[in-house]
C-alpha cells in the first residue's frame, strides 16, 4: 500500500469562528515522500527504487487473494469442527 496506494496530507488547517479550513498537499504515496526527503541517504534511496521496480502490483494483488481464501478456507474449517463438538457436547448431555 505504502508503494502504490498515493494520500493526501493535511497542510495546515485555519479556524474561523465555528467553520475550519484545511490545506492538503498534492496526494503522493509514502514511497514517493521518502524520496523526495532531504533525510534520506541517497544509497537508501536507490536500494528503495530498486525494490519498486521489482514490484508487481498484479502478482502481488493475486497473492493476497490467494491467501485470504486461504485464511477463509481455515477459518470455515475451525467453525465447523467447533460447531461438530458442540453438538458432541449436546448428545452426551445427559438430564435428569
Given at each position: 500500500m505504502n508503494f502504490f496506494q498515493p494520500t493526501a496530507k493535511l497542510m495546515h488547517k485555519e479556524r474561523h469562528e465555528a467553520k475550519v479550513k484545511k490545506s492538503y498537499d498534492a496526494p503522493k504515496t509514502?514511497?514517493?515522500?521518502?524520496?523526495?526527503?532531504?533525510?534520506?541517504?541517497?544509497?537508501?534511496?536507490?536500494?528503495?527504487?530498486?525494490?519498486?521496480?521489482?514490484?508487481?502490483?498484479?502478482?502481488?494483488?493475486?497473492?493476497?487473494?490467494?491467501?485470504?481464501?486461504?485464511?477463509?478456507?481455515?477459518?470455515?474449517?475451525?467453525?465447523?469442527n467447533l460447531e461438530q463438538q458442540l453438538e458432541q457436547q449436546d448428545k452426551e448431555l445427559v438430564f435428569t
Amino acid at each position: 500500500m505504502n508503494f502504490f496506494q498515493p494520500t493526501a496530507k493535511l497542510m495546515h488547517k485555519e479556524r474561523h469562528e465555528a467553520k475550519v479550513k484545511k490545506s492538503y498537499d498534492a496526494p503522493k504515496t509514502p514511497f514517493k515522500r521518502l524520496l523526495e526527503s532531504p533525510d534520506i541517504d541517497d544509497d537508501v534511496k536507490v536500494q528503495l527504487q530498486n525494490y519498486f521496480d521489482e514490484l508487481n502490483p498484479a502478482a502481488l494483488k493475486r497473492e493476497i487473494d490467494q491467501l485470504l481464501r486461504k485464511l477463509a478456507k481455515a477459518y470455515l474449517k475451525k467453525k465447523a469442527n467447533l460447531e461438530q463438538q458442540l453438538e458432541q457436547q449436546d448428545k452426551e448431555l445427559v438430564f435428569t
